[in-house]
C-alpha cells in the first residue's frame, strides 16, 4: 500500500467478503448486526490503519438538502416524468434538485457526476446514457461513499439500490399478444445490447416465444444505435429481406415510429402485413396512425420511489445495504397490432 493511502471502507469490506454498508453499520456500532460481525470489522480496520473521512462525514452532517438528477435526455416523455416523481417527492421532504442531461454520452455523464458531486449535492440519482458500458464513475462514487440510487438505465454490477420497471413482463405481454393475433415471424428490434433495458426486453421476447415452440434459433434480434439513421437503415433491411418478419417489437416507442415511418414509405401496410408495437406510452403512440400498441411504464411513480428511498437512505431510516424495486407494467393494445379485428 501506497505511504498516505488513505484505506477505504470498500477496502474492508473486500478483506472480510461483506458489503460496505456493513463495514459502515459496524464502525457505528449499529445493534442492527451480529457483535461477531461488528468484532470483526473493527479488528479488521484497526489492522488496517483506517481513518473515518471527516471531510465526508462533516459533508453529511451539515447537508445542502440537494439532490443531484442525471437523465439521458430532457426532451423524453418517460424521462420528464422521472424527473417530474422526483421533483415533487423531494420539495415534501424539504429538499430541491439540480438536474443534468448526458445526452445519451458517456463522457457527459461523467462530467455531470463531477459537476454535481462539487457542488455538494446530498445524494445522486442517475439514469444511464446508451453509451455508458464501463463503470469505473460509479464506483468511485461508492468508494467516496457518496450516496446514489439508479433508474430505469441501470447496471448490475455496482452495490447501489436501483429502481427499475418489470421490463421482462412487459416485453412478454405485448410480444404474446402479437403471438395471439397471429404472428409467428416476430422480429425484436433492439437499442445497444449493453442496455440492461435491451437484455430485459429481449428476454421477455424470448419467452413469449419459446411459449408457442419458436425456439431462440428461430427468433430474429437486430440491433440499432438509436439513431434515426441507423433505426431507417435497419428497417429497411427487415423489410427487404426475402422470409421477412410479419410482426416488430420495438425497445422503444420512438424507434418503433421511425418503423412505421418507413413501412409507410414502403407501401406496408400495418398491422395487415406487418404488425407493430413498442415500450413506454409516449404520448405521440396514442395519436400516430395507426395507434401504436405498446407497454405503458409508470415513469412518475419510479420518480417518486427513487427519490423517496434516497432520501430515507440519507436520513437512515432504512438501512444503505442496496435493494431492487421492480414496478408493473402494463400492456396497451391498440390498432398497430391488430390484425383479427
Known sequence: MKKGHQVTMKEIAKKLNV??????????????????TKKRVVEMAESMHYQPNLLAQSLRISRSKVLGVIVPELT?????????????????RGYNIMICQSNESFEQEKANIKILVSSQVDGLLISLSRETKTYEHLKELVDREIPFIMFDRVTEEIPVSRVTVDDAHGAYLV????????????AYFSGPEDLYISKKRKEGYLLALSEYGISEEESRTYITDLTLEMNREIALEIINEKNRPDGIFAMIDPLAVDVMMVLKENKIRIPEDIALAGF???????????????VSQPGYEMGQLAANHLLDQLEELVSDDPQSFVLSTTLMVRNSSLKSK
Not at 79 to 86: H, L, R
Open 19 to 36: 458489503s460496505v454498508s456493513t463495514v459502515s453499520r459496524a464502525l457505528k456500532d449499529s445493534p442492527e448486526l451480529h457483535p461477531d
Open 76 to 92: 423524453s416523455h418517460f424521462f420528464s416524468s422521472n424527473i417530474s416523481g422526483i421533483q415533487d417527492t423531494a420539495y415534501k
Open 175 to 186: 410480444v404474446h399478444h402479437m403471438l395471439e393475433q397471429g404472428c409467428r415471424k416476430i
Open 280 to 294: 413506454t406510452n409516449n404520448p405521440t403512440s396514442a395519436v400516430v396512425e395507426p395507434s401504436l400498441t405498446t
